[in-house]
T-cell receptor, first 113, second 113 residues
Framework: DQQVKQNSPSLSVQEGRISILNCDYT??????FLWYKKYPAEGPTFLIS?????DKNEDGRFTVFLNKSAKHLSLHIVPSQPGDSAVYFC????????????FGTGTLLAVQP | DTAVSQTPKYLVTQMGNDKSIKCEQN?????MYWYKQDSKKFLKIMFS???????INETVPNRFSPKSPDKAHLNLHINSLELGDSAVYFC????????????FGPGTRLTVL
């Protein structure tokens, strides 16, 4: 039972264009969502997060949108750069006593120069 | 300064052996985690300790035993290693259990032959 899903295993985008990575979840108790970026042979690195009381959070070139009614969030990267090429993981937590993160399976983003 | 460090980075061993992976964080965080990333790249929580107390114990074989000598360290000991234990193991830490991002170590790639 996968509670967090990233249905696109990979995405290819031209440098300078917008990258849109999508994530769907099934557990309505999730109230905090995070995006992590992972390069090969490294650990995931936190990118941006959003609380369920918001529908948008922006940090530089990165914006996360949350649609609670659709149980959907997306990460927008504008403009995309070759250094953004990595695997992006969506994660969610229900803010319970443990802050346990439930991860999606990741999307491999390739930004072409 | 490395925030979350793991040793070793690579571990190759035979079936049936017992091995340990060490994790240390210098962030002053109270909570530490172990995640397993399997061959399908799925990142899944295994254990979590908060101030040396076990707070998450997912459905993991009891051959896996976490140990937290102090809140800056969380080690993972695995007995009677099996082929299916081959994976990348990530340690992470968080300042508490009430939310916020987790900081990940670089991972330990375990290969059981």
């Amino acid at each position: 039972d996968q509670q967090v899903k990233q249905n696109s295993p990979s995405l290819s985008v031209q440098e300078g264009r917008i990258s849109i990575l999508n994530c769907d979840y099934t557990n309505s108790m999730f109230d905090y969502f995070l995006w992590y970026k992972k390069y090969p042979a490294e650990g995931p690195t936190f990118l941006i997060s959003i609380s369920s009381i918001k529908d948008k959070n922006e940090d530089g070139r990165f914006t996360v949108f949350l649609n609670k009614s659709a149980k959907h969030l997306s990460l927008h990267i504008v403009p995309s750069q070759p250094g953004d090429s990595a695997v992006y993981f969506c994660a969610a937590t229900d803010g319970g006593a443990t802050n346990k993160l439930i991860f999606g399976t990741g999307t491999l983003l390739a930004v072409q120069p | 300064d490395t925030a979350v460090s793991q040793t070793p980075k690579y571990l190759v061993t035979q079936m049936g052996n017992d091995k340990s992976i060490k994790c240390e964080q210098n962030l002053g965080h109270d909570t530490m985690y172990w995640y397993k990333q399997d061959s399908k790249k799925f990142l899944k929580i295994m254990f979590s300790y908060n101030n040396k107390e076990l707070i998450i114990n997912e459905t993991v074989p009891n051959r896996f035993s976490p140990k937290s000598p102090d809140k800056a360290h969380l080690n993972l000991h695995i007995n009677s290693l099996e082929l299916g234990d081959s994976a990348v193991y990530f340690c992470a830490s968080n300042r508490g259990t009430s939310g916020g991002e987790q900081f990940f170590g670089p991972g330990t790639r375990l290969t059981v032959l």
